[in-house]
């Protein structure tokens, strides 16, 4: 026999893979593009003549996308089973593009140009809704091709690609707004009620323009994303689960080698024997352990840092906080490493476990410190230990699990389900993150800072316990073996 009928082709693998994780750079690009952009677009807004744009609508506006993820993930079961994984990535990527010039601006066809309002307020808010629809179809459907793509052996490191390239489009962003931002300088917009006339006269290219370049640059990976997935493949199991048979096999055999083709296609189809079993057909715990995998993995805090980093780093008195949010995507990028390469060799829930333990003394360590003179740098250090502890456990494993963990014929509404929860806690903790860590008990206490970072601490031990007694190991077990492995709970 060839190479090719024993292994496969690596490289067709891989290069499908590769256009399967733009959309997880795609992701992690659109969720972080407001760290940059947030405080020009807060005092642009804060302009407006019709009505007061508090720290309320500004911790809405900041994480507005995300209830289009919630409303993309929501739909993303409906849509993969209906007209497969591959056209509802490319559906994915024309809203990222739509959004990303909608956004840039958001006065088009209806609106003066660079004149506040309310109204403009909703559309902006609208096509940031429109991106996040296009954001929550890619974090469920990206792992899920992957996963029903991948060779269960190394099906783990495959889809941890995924959430490196989440971080890395993060970094991007990073990059890209620290570079458009150039010499100019950030609004300063503590007071509120003085609107434009409390900011710096140099900050007005940034409140103006800076920010919608910063939206704007996402258009150029959304269409590359919407052109590239279009060569793509369509997933064996999703044309197994269509009758198309035929084509499942020549996929198959390109990706594992005719000889073991044969084996994958008889199992999958003998998994697809009943394609209309109810969603609780495996058990109430099976759904239960993929939502709490989700809502752990936002609940324990890490957007209020990826999303606010800037403001974060410059409320703590650092001179260049988009220079120190660089620093902390370039670490997140190398411990994203560690997860890809020991995934499959120390399994799951060990990385899980000891990333909670991490992230709880990072939270801890900035809870302790925050605010406090002469303490700046073991803050950073903590944040950096949070954020780094969380990218080698809950960031990729839980894209992991999510997309392994369900038996095949409710895969795709079990991880719709599993998504959409974890849209809507990235919302709570997003939206949220600014009126809590800016709580005070008496003026001018740090209350909201402790209070904010010891109730994530407490969360990741929680999340600890939660994987220990109830996530099942899933390393190297095919994606049949989940049928197998929830009939026996």
């Not at 792992?143 to 390239?165: C, D, H, K, T």
């Not at 900011?199 to 590359?224: C, D, H, K």
Request: net charge neutral.
């Amino acid at each position: 026999m060839s190479q090719n009928q024993t292994t496969g082709s690596r490289g067709y693998l891989i290069s499908i893979v590769l256009v399967a994780v733009l959309g997880g750079l795609l992701f992690g690009y659109d969720t972080a593009v407001i760290s940059g952009a947030e405080k020009g677009l807060q005092a642009f807004f804060m302009e407006a003549k019709d009505f007061s744009y508090t720290d309320g609508w500004h911790g809405f506006t900041s994480a507005s996308a995300l209830i289009g993820c919630i409303i993309g993930s929501a739909l993303s079961g409906l849509l993969a089973t209906n007209l497969g994984r591959k056209k509802s990535l490319i559906i994915a990527g024309l809203l990222f593009f739509i959004s990303a010039l909608g956004s840039m601006k958001p006065e088009f066809l209806f609106f003066e140009q660079g004149v506040p309002t309310f109204s403009l307020l909703v559309m902006f808010n609208i096509y940031r809704v429109i991106g996040g629809v296009g954001v929550g179809l890619a974090s469920a459907i990206c792992p899920m091709y992957i996963g029903e793509v991948a060779p269960s052996n190394i099906r783990g490191m495959l889809v941890s690609w995924n959430q490196f390239a989440i971080i890395f489009g993060q970094l991007v962003v990073y990059f890209v707004n620290f570079f458009i931002l150039g010499d100019h300088i950030q609004p300063l917009v503590e007071e509120m009620g003085k609107g434009l006339a409390a900011i710096n006269p140099a900050a007005q290219w940034t409140v103006t323009t800076g920010w919608r370049y910063m939206f704007g640059s996402e258009a150029v990976p959304a269409g590359l994303f919407a052109l590239l997935i279009c060569f793509v493949p369509e997933t064996p199991r999703y044309l197994v689960s269509v009758g198309q048979n035929e084509k499942a096999l020549g996929i198959l055999s390109k990706i594992n080698g005719s000889a073991k083709a044969q084996q994958i296609l008889l199992e999958i189809r003998d998994t697809m024997t009943v394609k209309t079993e109810r969603l609780m057909t495996y058990g109430a715990l099976c759904i239960f352990v993929g939502i709490m995998l989700s809502v752990f993995q936002q609940a324990v805090g890490i957007n209020a840092v990826l999303y606010y980093a800037p403001r974060i780093f410059g409320d703590m008195g650092m001179d260049n906080p988009m220079m120190i949010t660089v620093f902390m995507g370039i670490i997140n990028i190398l411990f994203t490493l560690v997860a890809i390469f020991t995934v499959e060799k120390w399994g799951r829930k060990p990385l899980l476990i000891c990333g909670s333990l991490g992230m709880a003394l990072g939270a801890f360590g900035v809870a302790l410190t925050f605010g406090h003179a002469g303490m700046e740098m073991v803050t950073a250090v903590s944040l950096l230990v949070y954020s780094a502890s969380f990218m080698f456990s809950w960031g990729p494993i839980t894209w992991v699990l999510i997309a392994e963990i369900f038996p095949n014929t409710i895969r795709g509404a079990a991880v719709a389900i599993a998504v959409a929860f974890q849209w809507i806690f990235n919302f709570i903790v997003s939206s949220t993150f600014v009126p809590m860590f800016n709580m005070h008990l008496t003026e001018g206490d740090d209350f909201g800072h402790w209070f904010t970072y010891g109730l994530y601490g407490i969360i990741c031990v929680v999340a600890a316990v939660f994987v220990w007694k109830l996530v099942p190991e899933t390393k190297g077990k095919t994606l049949e073996d989940m049928t197998k492995l929830w009939k026996r709970k």
